[in-house]
């Protein structure tokens, strides 16, 4: 489960590109947030992904990526460029083959997982199309089989991906099915995706059998000959047998909160969009509390009736330069973002807090997901204090304890809403401050940067400590 949303420069208010996302996972599945800087590589380097060695190019760009504690790839991220990229995982009857050929030993072999995708793009790409084409030509050589879930074989730990690019002038939703995808280009209004694919007849690139793959298959039959503006995407290759209530409506209701503050759109309010738990609409929100949920909800939270998967496990808001000199700014939480305090963070920067990109006590490795043991609570790391602070609120890791979260939630969002107003009041000021030293000193520029996600990161933390050690 995730949520990926983005509004383009004619819906917010300043006039910038706004991305978001929110990574649904395991509720063990710790995601740090990695800094690379730009390097220069060897000739004849190579990189090994989840389960695929790729040559590596000459130059990689610098790029912040969120990711998980066993994986080389990111659920999201943003590279030097302002180049912001998040996925979904989505079910097609193309990874349907795929699985039945691996039962029957027949399956060719592992690909890349969506998570090496957005990394590979982050790292070579300038631009969302540059991005799309890079994505899409990866994904006709090597395929995406393979699990990418902690612990889980690939028959249930699989899916397809698809994804939202966005840079500082558009935007692109990519959906992919096997080896096939394609793809829509964004250039006003907003949108957003969810676990299921959403690209019906109005793409604008593609891979060159397509349509021809879903008809040979028949998937889609051709019922006027020759007739190839009506080939329906998502019709074709989606997967009957994956309810879509599991995706459908979050997706809708992101899209709706989106139209709701349409010209008006800010970062703050797409924070409020990853926190929503249907609180305004007819729902009125989970019967108990979040953390109790009766469905699912775009501000995820683990059920004992195991119908939500797990998690939010990190949410991101990338706000894109408005113009030539601007800064990107990456605010990044930890757990359900209703319990999180977006920090800003900064491709520009050269550097990360140490406790921030840390795992728990199995460390950050690269390991194939259906091999890895469980992460577990270690003090040293950002990710699991948020954990343990989200288990607080509601009582217990799984099961919501009657009125805790009630209780608890508003403390917690007193706190870090009074953090979350004071980093963004204190930001244009650091900005124009790095921005007038990038000027002359990259370095300088760095350091301020990073001096400030620094500071903000330890007002954090000291908001995280003293509520978790709060007596109720």
């Not at 917010?12 to 740090?32: L, M």
């Not at 007819?282 to 108990?288: D, I, V």
């Not at 991101?316 to 800064?327: I, Q, S």
Request: aromatic fraction near 12%; charged fraction near 20%; proline fraction near 6%.
């Amino acid at each position: 489960m995730c949520d990926t949303w983005v509004a383009m420069q004619d819906v917010t208010r300043d006039g910038r590109v706004i991305f978001a996302k929110n990574s649904d996972r395991p509720i063990f599945d710790c995601q740090p947030l990695l800094f690379q800087p730009r390097r220069r590589w060897p000739a004849g380097s190579r990189i090994q992904t989840g389960f695929v060695e790729l040559p590596q190019v000459e130059e990689t760009f610098a790029h912040l990526g969120s990711s998980l504690y066993w994986c080389w790839g990111y659920e999201e991220g943003i590279n030097e460029w302002g180049l912001v990229i998040g996925n979904e995982a989505v079910y097609t009857k193309a990874f349907q083959e795929e699985l039945d050929a691996y039962r029957q030993g027949k399956q060719s072999g592992f690909g890349l997982l969506g998570m090496d995708l957005i990394r590979v793009a982050l790292e070579r790409c300038r631009t969302a199309a540059q991005a799309v084409e890079l994505i899409g030509g990866l994904v006709e050589e090597y395929g995406q089989f393979g699990s990418a879930n902690p612990g889980m074989p690939h028959e249930t730990g699989g899916y397809d991906n698809s994804f939202i690019l966005a840079d500082p002038d558009e935007a692109w939703i990519l959906e992919t099915a096997g080896r096939r995808w394609a793809a829509r280009r964004i250039r006003q209004g907003s949108t957003s995706i969810s676990n299921q694919l959403s690209i019906r007849a109005n793409w604008d690139l593609g891979s060159s059998d397509l349509i021809d793959y879903a008809r040979q298959k028949g998937w889609q039959p051709e019922t006027v000959p020759g007739d190839r503006s009506s080939f329906d995407f998502a019709q074709a290759y989606i997967d009957e047998k994956m309810p879509r209530q599991i995706s459908h409506i979050r997706m809708m209701r992101s899209r709706q909160l989106l139209a709701e503050r349409s010209g008006q759109i800010t970062p703050q309010w797409m924070m409020r969009i990853a926190r929503d738990h249907y609180e305004d609409t007819f729902l009125q929100g989970p019967y108990f509390d979040a953390a109790n949920p009766d469905f699912l909800s775009l501000c995820m939270h683990v059920s004992p009736a195991d119908f939500t998967w797990g998690n939010t496990a990190s949410s991101c808001v990338a706000v894109l330069p408005g113009r030539p000199g601007d800064l990107p700014v990456f605010w990044w939480t930890p757990g359900p973002p209703c319990n999180g305090c977006y920090v800003p963070f900064f491709p520009y920067g050269s550097r990360l807090p140490e406790m921030v990109s840390n795992a728990g006590l199995l460390g950050k490795q690269v390991t194939p997901a259906h091999q890895v043991g469980e992460d577990q609570f270690s003090p040293n790391s950002y990710w699991w204090l948020f954990r343990r602070l989200n288990d607080w609120v509601k009582g217990d890791a799984v099961n919501s304890l009657p009125g805790c979260y009630q209780e608890r939630n508003p403390l917690v969002r007193a706190r870090f809403d009074a953090l979350e107003q004071a980093f963004a009041e204190q930001l244009p000021g650091v900005l124009q401050r790095a921005e007038a030293a990038g000027e002359h000193s990259p370095d300088e520029r760095a350091q301020i940067l990073d001096r400030f996600t620094e500071e903000c990161v330890q007002q954090v933390l000291g908001a995280v400590n003293e509520l978790t050690g709060m007596d109720i």
